[in-house]
């Protein structure tokens, strides 16, 4: 079994499911209906070909009516597990089963300065903090730019923003890009740190979040995206995203039906492209709208666990959505609806729960949430630990020997195991008098000072002086608009 982070080395059991096997069944062949009665959008020559020459029907020009022996081939060709590497070819997450891995999102547009509170623009500044805090969090496990740089040419910002995490993270990457053209300058940056585009495919650390403009309608920059990955063996998180009610039925069973057939024409064009293909299915994306605010909700209880079931169901690696709120400030919404999610996406088992720090409904990060969502998450880590049951920890001989008035606080037993027991660093445990004693502060308050403190101390691994230059080539050719 490949080495990864030591709590979440496995869960042999399931935790939770919204669904039953015979309900995602009943989905599953309802999403292969759609595919094969209605068909799907394609906006990309290339995809249609794939799948007119394996057999699929073409209306339009771009209609594809795609057969279920296509998507139960491709089902059985696409890995079941995806193994993530660290910048330096050391295994990090094993994307499998109910293994849980946390980290940001990506492309906030806005920011909560953790030093004054202001609410203002990202900048590449900040993109810098965000991958030096989260390298510097021990429960963060993969890093995503978290904001959108507002001080760098848009037409770029990907490319700054990767240049970023590749130098001030060593740990596992998830990028976006703007368009195809940056998605192929990315990977090629990536293979730059790794030594080459075959070594980048045998041990891959980053994979690319595709945004799709529906479920039945795929864009042709994610279809380009998803084909040149395949092609690359890089792991694709193929996204298409529903709205009830507006781009897929006001109920969630059938923008579920919808949803998952978007999945599987991803799907089976990443296995028609190259068979084994890496290929992450969505536990998000089954969204709707508050029809009293407008607002696409984030937190809403209404879809969770449905595209994680499905996922489960394929035995597919999941890309959840956690750690994230309504609220505009760290206050106890924001920690309320960060503790909630996560709770439902680790339960559900996703393999890459994504996010974590996000404000407004996705519009707003803050890295002192994001420290919040560190904590959560190491209670959330020995929730879910299994219980280790052998004569060490059963600890019988000691029972009897210390008896039914004996006390346990000074024996050996008790030193070599009383660490192993949850402790927090940011929640609060003393007792009042020492509480008030250390400065009466809140948890936002705990919480920002523990960000100043990584930024002030912690020091990622950089780059070579050589590769980081070849990375600075790529980004500058990029904004020059060279190939």
């Given at each position: 079994?490949?080495?990864?982070?030591?709590?979440?080395?496995?869960?042999?059991?399931?935790?939770?499911?919204?669904?039953?096997?015979?309900?995602?069944?009943?989905?599953?062949?309802?999403s292969?209906?759609?595919?094969?009665?209605?068909?799907?959008?394609l906006?990309?020559p290339?995809?249609?070909?794939?799948?007119?020459?394996?057999?699929?029907?073409?209306?339009?020009?771009?209609?594809?009516?795609?057969?279920?022996?296509?998507?139960?081939?491709?089902?059985?060709t696409?890995p079941?597990?995806?193994t993530?590497?660290?910048?330096?070819?050391?295994?990090?997450?094993?994307?499998?089963?109910?293994?849980?891995?946390?980290?940001?999102?990506?492309?906030?547009?806005?920011?909560?300065?953790?030093?004054?509170?202001?609410?203002?623009?990202?900048?590449?500044?900040?993109?810098?903090?965000?991958?030096?805090?989260?390298?510097?969090?021990?429960?963060?496990?993969?890093?995503?730019?978290?904001?959108?740089?507002?001080?760098?040419?848009?037409?770029?910002?990907?490319?700054?923003?990767?240049?970023?995490?590749?130098?001030?993270?060593?740990?596992?990457?998830?990028?976006?890009?703007?368009?195809?053209?940056?998605?192929?300058?990315?990977?090629?940056?990536?293979?730059?740190v790794?030594?080459?585009s075959?070594?980048?495919?045998?041990?891959?650390?980053c994979?690319?979040?595709?945004?799709?403009?529906?479920?039945?309608?795929?864009?042709?920059?994610?279809?380009?995206k998803?084909?040149?990955?395949?092609?690359?063996?890089?792991?694709?998180?193929?996204?298409?995203?529903?709205?009830?009610?507006?781009?897929?039925?006001?109920?969630?069973?059938?923008?579920?039906?919808?949803?998952?057939?978007?999945?599987?024409?991803?799907?089976?064009?990443?296995?028609?492209?190259?068979?084994?293909?890496?290929?992450?299915?969505?536990?998000?994306?089954?969204?709707?709208?508050?029809?009293?605010?407008?607002?696409?909700?984030?937190?809403?209880?209404?879809?969770?666990?449905?595209?994680?079931?499905?996922?489960?169901?394929?035995?597919?690696?999941?890309?959840?959505?956690?750690?994230?709120?309504?609220a505009?400030?760290?206050?106890?919404?924001?920690a309320?609806?960060?503790?909630?999610?996560?709770?439902?996406?680790?339960?559900?088992?996703?393999?890459?729960?994504?996010?974590?720090?996000?404000?407004?409904?996705?519009?707003?990060?803050?890295?002192?949430?994001?420290?919040?969502?560190?904590?959560?998450?190491?209670?959330?880590?020995?929730?879910?630990?299994?219980?280790?049951?052998?004569?060490?920890?059963?600890?019988?001989?000691?029972?009897?020997?210390?008896?039914?008035?004996?006390?346990?606080?000074?024996?050996?037993?008790?030193?070599?195991?009383?660490?192993?027991?949850?402790?927090?660093?940011?929640?609060?445990?003393?007792?009042?008098?020492?509480?008030?004693?250390?400065?009466?502060?809140?948890?936002?308050?705990?919480?920002?000072?523990?960000?100043?403190?990584?930024?002030?101390?912690?020091r990622?691994?950089?780059?070579?002086?050589?590769?980081?230059?070849?990375?600075?080539?790529?980004?500058?050719?990029?904004?020059?608009?060279?190939?």
């Open positions: 079994m490949t080495d990864v982070h030591p709590s979440r080395r496995s869960v042999d059991r399931v935790l939770f499911r919204h669904l039953s096997s015979q309900a995602c069944g009943r989905l599953h062949a309802a292969l209906e759609i595919l094969h009665r209605t068909g799907v959008k906006h990309h290339e995809a249609v070909d794939l799948l007119s020459g394996a057999g699929a029907s073409v209306e339009d020009g771009d209609r594809v009516h795609v057969p279920p022996d296509l998507v139960e081939q491709a089902l059985s696409a079941k597990s995806i993530m590497y660290d910048r330096a070819g050391r295994p990090a997450m094993q994307l499998e089963g109910d293994r849980c891995y946390y980290g940001p999102g990506s492309d906030c547009l806005n920011v909560i300065d953790h030093r004054t509170g202001e609410h203002r623009r990202a900048t590449l500044q900040d993109v810098r903090d965000g991958a030096v805090v989260c390298d510097g969090l021990d429960h963060v496990d993969f890093v995503m730019s978290m904001f959108l740089p507002s001080d760098v040419d848009p037409g770029v910002s990907d490319l700054h923003q990767m240049e970023v995490m590749l130098n001030h993270t060593t740990k596992p990457i998830i990028f976006v890009t703007n368009d195809f053209a940056n998605c192929v300058r990315v990977v090629e940056m990536a293979e730059a790794a030594g080459g075959d070594t980048l495919a045998a041990k891959p650390f994979a690319c979040y595709i945004n799709v403009t529906t479920a039945m309608r795929h864009n042709e920059e994610a279809l380009a998803l084909l040149f990955l395949a092609d690359k063996g890089v792991p694709a998180l193929y996204i298409p995203i529903v709205i009830a009610g507006m781009t897929a039925p006001a109920t969630m069973a059938g923008s579920m039906a919808a949803l998952n057939a978007g999945v599987l024409v991803g799907l089976v064009l990443s296995q028609l492209k190259r068979a084994g293909a890496p290929f992450v299915v969505p536990g998000c994306g089954l969204t709707m709208l508050d029809m009293k605010t407008m607002v696409n909700p984030y937190c809403s209880p209404d879809a969770k666990g449905v595209t994680h079931a499905m996922g489960h169901y394929y035995g597919l690696p999941i890309f959840g959505l956690g750690g994230v709120s309504e505009k400030l760290v206050d106890q919404q924001a309320a609806e960060a503790a909630l999610t996560l709770m439902v996406e680790t339960l559900n088992g996703a393999n890459l729960i994504h996010d974590l720090g996000y404000l407004e409904s996705g519009l707003c990060g803050s890295l002192a949430q994001l420290a919040i969502c560190d904590e959560i998450v190491g209670w959330l880590d020995h929730l879910i630990r299994p219980l280790e049951i052998n004569e060490e920890t059963l600890a019988l001989d000691l029972i009897h020997e210390q008896g039914p008035e004996g006390h346990y606080v000074e024996t050996d037993h008790t030193m070599a195991h009383f660490r192993e027991l949850w402790y927090p660093d940011l929640f609060e445990r003393a007792d009042y008098g020492e509480w008030q004693a250390q400065g009466s502060r809140s948890l936002g308050e705990r919480a920002t000072e523990h960000v100043e403190e990584i930024l002030a101390k912690h990622p691994i950089c780059l070579s002086e050589d590769v980081a230059a070849e990375v600075r080539a790529i980004v500058q050719r990029g904004a020059a608009g060279d190939a």
